[in-house]
């Protein structure tokens, strides 16, 4: 195309490019080297950038969820895991090394927990949610941080905490993926429990084995594993955060689910009460007194009908309760208390024990006349008293029966 203008000369709008040799423009001599290079008259410069920011400006805005700083899910867990990997590696000898590892750990929990928590500015983010899950459950990481966890400083171990603690709650319509994962890889479960032997750890792994407990599939494993019967050891430790966080998560167990309790119970009575009897031995008051209370609750909860029975007919455990009554500590004949009232309430008592009972028939009555009488605004406390005094005062020997 061509352009004549105010004379005889010819302009070009686009003129062709030779390969070879030069290109006669304006009377200007100008190489084919010049033209193959990228510079632009300042015309067109000025042109392409007014439509740059034009195309700029009319492209929408997109929302990434990781920014160029910011790493992906699966890039955080892939660091953590390798970070935990070397750490584990290390010789405790390498203090420097160790401490830097450990921070990078820490580091890497942080930024899992924020995917996982959000913060205080913004919620956490689904699909990313989705993506950590999928990406712990596949590099097996809860396991490594669970076997590791010794390794984590003080702030990384409440991350390994509340990042299990959310993973585990985390639900799908009525599917709970992390449960059914820890289902598949019980030896979880036991790495928590065995945490109580372990004092730099056994506070983290005792919460994560309690949320874990809320689940029925997950406490089954526990209940009826072998291993269950080491909480009969640690609640009898002699650090006292340690025992009292063993007796929690012992508690969880043998109450929370109620059927299966039961189930368990009655199916391993005589091993159970063969190692509970024990602790209502203990010399350590609080494992004594909770363990007291906590049989109380087993008896006296209708899913243990018959264990209860089984319990109450036994000559040797109202013995045993009759001995708690006059404890030095008043708590304890307390609880001691709680537990007597069943084998006196009992309608169908057993031979041996009716006799306990009335060989001692008139020492119980004056003894529960004046036991703990500074309870008198506990209503129901005198009302079970009274009712246990009539009870045993009423008491009598089948016409057949001699003397003991």
């Known amino acids: 195309m061509s352009v004549s203008l105010r004379g005889s000369r010819v302009f070009h709008a686009h003129p062709p490019v030779s390969p070879v040799g030069k290109i006669e423009r304006e009377g200007v001599s ?14 067109v410069t000025r042109c392409l950038t007014s439509c740059q920011l034009h195309y700029q400006r009319c492209l929408p805005i997109m929302p990434f969820p990781f920014g160029k700083s910011q790493k992906s899910p699966a890039e955080i867990v892939k660091s953590l895991k390798e970070n935990v990997a070397y750490l584990e590696k290390l010789d405790a000898s390498e203090s420097k090394k160790c401490e830097k590892i450990a921070e990078e750990v820490s580091k890497n929990l942080a930024s899992l927990k924020e995917v996982l928590c959000g913060t205080s500015e913004k919620e956490p983010q689904t699909e990313a949610v989705v993506q950590l899950a999928q990406e712990l459950y596949n590099t097996n990481l809860l396991i490594a941080l669970i076997a590791n966890l010794q390794r984590i400083d003080f702030e990384g171990k409440k991350d390994v905490v509340q990042l299990f603690s959310n993973i585990v709650r985390r639900q799908i319509g009525t599917r709970t993926p992390t449960v059914e994962y820890i289902s598949s890889h019980p030896q979880i479960l036991f790495m928590l429990l065995k945490g109580y032997e372990s004092a730099e750890v056994a506070l983290n792994c005792g919460m994560m084995l309690r ?5 029925e599939p997950l406490a089954r494993s526990v209940l009826f594993s072998e291993d269950f ?27 929370r689910h109620k059927i299966m309790c039961a189930d368990f119970l ?13 602790l209502l031995h203990s010399e350590n008051y609080v494992t ?11 008896l006296l909860d209708r899913h243990n009908f018959t264990v209860m029975t089984k319990y109450i007919s036994r000559a040797e455990n109202l013995k045993l309760m009759m001995n708690l009554l006059r404890d030095n500590s008043r708590n304890i004949q307390f609880e001691a208390f709680h537990v007597f009232k069943v084998f006196v309430a009992n309608p169908n008592k057993t031979q041996p024990v009716l006799d306990i009972l009335l060989k001692n ?15 008198a605004e506990d209503e129901q406390f005198c009302d079970e008293k009274n009712y246990l005094i009539k009870q045993i005062r009423d008491l009598k020997k089948p016409s057949a029966q001699g003397e003991a």
């Not at 100008?30 to 015309?43: E, G, H, N, T």
């Not at 949320?211 to 689940?215: A, I, S």
């Not at 009655?266 to 024990?278: A, G, H, L």
């Not at 028939?361 to 309870?375: G, M, N, P, W, Y």
Request: net charge positive.
């Open 30 to 43: 100008v190489s084919s080297k010049l033209l193959q290079s990228r510079i632009r008259p300042p015309q």
């Open 211 to 215: 949320e874990c407990l809320r689940h």
């Open 229 to 255: 019967y080491c909480f009969f050891r640690y609640v009898e430790l002699s650090t006292f955060d340690i025992a009292s966080d063993a007796f929690a998560s012992f508690k969880d167990l043998l109450t």
């Open 266 to 278: 009655e199916t391993n009575y005589e091993r159970v009460f063969t190692d509970y009897e024990k």
């Open 288 to 298: 004594k007194r909770q363990s007291l209370k906590l049989l109380g609750e087993l």
């Open 361 to 375: 028939q008139a020492k119980l009555v004056e003894f529960l006349s004046h036991f703990q009488t500074d309870r």
